[in-house]
């Protein structure tokens, strides 16, 4: 490596993961330090963890500078690493720190290699079991035969590591050494090829030919859904190892990881590594270390997989590119897909994006001349597309209290005849949104959210989707004091299931919601014994409009496709769109012929009808026009400013003076909208209201909010939180 290097004594700057927005100056330590290098250094009375960014200031006597502590057994962060990282923290007004602190999600980073124990089950039983005690081992049973780290198992169980130390003393959890980090196994780019269709193919020889090229740029891999996408872009990955560089796919659900990987292992031998919250912190801990040497040349991941510290990084596949979870909507406000792009053109890396509805952003890059683009217009195979239609709900003749309308059941019947899978689609978790005092008409929300208490019978308790607190479903009602008046109002998935067994009662009826399983592990058996056909009718969020792989579902039944067109945010009708088509797209994967229905309320809608006539470029035309009109992304740029605080008062009051003054926005040609309370009124006890900056895409955003929000002091309890592209407007 030719990174620059410190001899010993001479000054570093060290940036740290602690909450101080600049370099700190130590000696380098004996033996000296490289640029990059991680390292511990003291803080106060504490030793912390940084990154060697430079050399030191020399603002203070040298004598009483403090030196480096030891320089961590890990590879140094690439110069393009910390370029990507001073960038992003620049693109989205995050402090140096907290970006770091991204980076640095390796478990056990600073610990020396024989510091590190491991635990798994035991063989004795405990002879005296309590709840705690039966919670861990109920852990380590779940997974098998994985080894844990103890707080990775006291988090689990939930509860304190004191009592999965005193199970190790009773035998029934062993300890041992953590092994050294086992490399990963070598794939073989050569191995698994799949014969390419004609449109595939050229696909394939497009993106492998910008990947040889060892320069950045971005393309947009647009097919339908089946048509082998996928495919297309294994052979990206393919391309990028057999050029020695590293590869990056990232995927937006979990829930998606297990058949990806079973592909991979059939393309290339051997499974790739994983990075995601389902990940195990050993496995973590070994994923983020070898990825730094260079030695994993594949990461399947979600968003935060972009943090890896990569050695070489080729290619990033950013997978369901439309998908919304790229977003990360807490701490950092970042959207993974756009960091992609930037992150690969500091190494050199091509991007693809893939997706059969591409978000408006990447159609518009195309557009523009700034991605390229490759299409794959049919479904791999006998698989066509599934007809669409709608159900006039207007005119069905539905019972109180039922959603089902009689044209859906009795095509679920037909399917059911034939021994097919029919989804039924309702993208509300839980039993039902709202529980409704019947007596006094009182609705029951959550204590510290602008929220209505969800129920869940799964569960039985109502729980807040906004902060996830629970409680249990009173019998009295908490207004009137009524006695067994509150009842259930609208559908959820929960509901619809119980709709489903009455009406098909010798159906196997099953829910696929992400709040029904304890692990990531049984989502993932649930998901798999759908593939293989063990449900007639799946009822399910949107956790199953994402790519699963279902070969006998033939029928998808959307229950409510009119549900995400209300509400002003501008971008209701390119999710409502995207949202449908890769439902509707689940129907009819493999030989047999699928359909989509639609119930609405409105069939004349113009999303509706875009949806249902699938003229997608027509959809985007429209869409685009829509948005370049108001000036909003992608056509101009937007970022939120939310303001919260317990008290109501003071961030209206601060949100009014702000909007007041806003010279340094002017001064760009940027507008402010606002404060009106932000998309969630109220979280956690906390009142936010939200001011909208929008301004034209060559504007300098970043530096005129920087200026305009420097005039404000933020007194006691309140905070400023800035959201560069922000998902709604
Ligand atoms: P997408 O990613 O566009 O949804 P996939 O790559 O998952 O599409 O392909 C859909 C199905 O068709 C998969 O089961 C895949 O293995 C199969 N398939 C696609 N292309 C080919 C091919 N050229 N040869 C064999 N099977 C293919
Ligand atoms: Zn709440």
């Not at 001349?369 to 007809?387: D, F, I, N």
């Not at 309320?601 to 370049?628: K, M, N, S």
């Not at 101009?636 to 009051?653: C, H, K, T, W, Y």
């Not at 005129?704 to 709604?728: N, T, Y």
Request: proline fraction near 5%; include cysteine; glycine fraction near 10%.
């Amino acid at each position: 490596m030719t990174q620059e290097f410190f001899h010993e004594g001479d000054l570093v700057g060290v940036l740290t993961t602690q909450p101080l927005d600049r370099t700190l100056d130590y000696k380098a330590p004996e033996g000296g330090c490289h640029l990059g290098a991680f390292v511990e250094v003291p803080l106060g009375p504490r030793k912390v963890l940084g990154v060697v960014w430079g050399a030191g200031k020399g603002d203070f006597d040298y004598k009483k500078v403090r030196s480096v502590i030891r320089v961590l057994d890990v590879a140094p962060m690439a110069d393009e690493m910390r370029q990507f990282l001073i960038k992003a923290a620049d693109y989205t007004l995050t402090p140096m720190n907290a970006m770091l602190r991204l980076a640095t999600r390796a478990p056990g980073l600073g610990d020396a290699p024989s510091m590190r124990k491991v635990y798994r089950l035991g063989t004795d039983e405990p002879t005296r079991m309590t709840d705690a005690r039966a919670k861990v081992l109920g852990v380590l049973r779940d997974y098998g035969g994985l080894a844990f780290t103890l707080k990775e198992i006291a988090e689990s169980a939930g509860v304190t590591t004191s009592v999965v130390k005193g199970l190790v003393k009773l035998g029934a959890v062993s300890e041992e050494d953590a092994p050294r980090d086992v490399p990963y196994p070598r794939l073989d780019p050569d191995r698994g090829g799949k014969e390419l269709t004609n449109d595939q193919a050229v696909g394939a020889k497009i993106l492998s030919e910008a990947v040889r090229s060892g320069t950045y740029g971005t393309t947009l891999l647009k097919g339908v859904t089946g048509s082998g996408k996928t495919e297309v872009y294994l052979e990206a990955v393919a391309e990028c190892l057999r050029q020695g560089r590293q590869a990056l796919v990232l995927l937006p659900e979990i829930a998606l990881t297990a058949e990806f990987l079973t592909r991979v292992e059939a393309r290339f031998g051997c499974k790739p590594a994983e990075w995601h919250s389902g990940v195990t912190m050993t496995e973590r801990r070994r994923c983020w270390r070898m990825v730094g040497q260079g030695d994993a040349q594949l990461i399947v991941g979600a968003r935060s997989a972009l943090f890896l510290p990569f050695r070489d990084l080729g290619l990033v596949v950013v997978d369901e590119e439309h998908d919304t979870s790229y977003k990360q909507e807490d701490g950092v406000l970042y959207n993974a897909r756009d960091m992609t792009v930037l992150r690969a053109s500091l190494n050199a890396a091509q991007v693809v994006l893939a997706s059969a509805t591409p978000s408006l952003e990447s159609w518009a890059n195309v557009e523009a001349g700034k991605y390229a683009r490759v299409t794959l217009a049919s479904r791999y195979g006998a698989a066509v597309l599934p007809k669409m239609s709608a159900i006039d709900m207007r005119i069905e003749d539905l019972p109180g209290g039922r959603w089902v309308s009689p044209t859906l059941q009795k095509m679920v019947e037909a399917r059911l005849e034939r021994g097919e899978q029919s989804l039924l689609f309702l993208n509300r978790r839980g039993y039902a949104p709202v529980t409704i005092c019947r007596a006094c008409g009182h609705q029951i929300g959550c204590d510290d959210c602008d929220a209505t208490m969800v129920e869940h019978r799964f569960l039985k308790r109502l729980m807040c989707h906004q902060c996830g607190e629970t409680k249990p479903m009173p019998t009295v009602c908490p207004s009137c004091e009524a006695v067994d008046k509150l009842a259930p109002v609208g559908p959820g998935v929960e509901r619809m299931a119980e709709e489903a067994q009455a009406l098909f009662p010798d159906a196997r009826v099953a829910v696929l919601s992400s709040d029904l399983y304890g692990s990531a592990r049984a989502l993932k058996e649930h998901i798999q014994s759908i593939a293989r056909g063990e449900t007639d009718v799946i009822v399910g969020t949107q956790l199953v409009a994402k790519g699963h792989n279902f070969p006998k579902l033939t029928l998808v039944g959307v229950i409510d496709a009119d549900l995400g067109l209300q509400g002003s945010d501008l971008r209701a009708a390119e999710r409502t769109f995207q949202l449908m088509r890769q439902v509707a797209g689940r129907a009819g994967r493999a030989e047999i012929a699928g359909e989509a229905v639609l119930q609405t309320f409105q069939p004349e809608h113009p999303v509706i009808r875009a949806i249902l006539g699938g003229d997608e470029e027509a959809f985007w035309t429209a869409e685009a026009a829509e948005r370049r009109a108001a000036g909003v992304p992608p056509y101009g740029r937007m970022a939120g400013i939310v303001l919260s605080s317990p008290n109501v008062q003071e961030v209206f009051d601060l949100g009014t003076q702000m909007a007041r003054m806003d010279g340094p926005l002017r001064k760009i040609g940027a507008q402010v909208y606002g404060p009106a309370p932000a998309p969630i009124a109220r979280i956690r006890g906390r009142h936010r209201v939200r001011l909208l900056v929008k301004a034209e895409k060559s504007a300098p955003l970043q530096q005129a909010l920087v200026a305009w929000a420097a005039q404000f002091k933020l007194r006691g309890e309140l905070r400023m939180a800035i959201d560069i592209d922000p998902q709604s407007f």
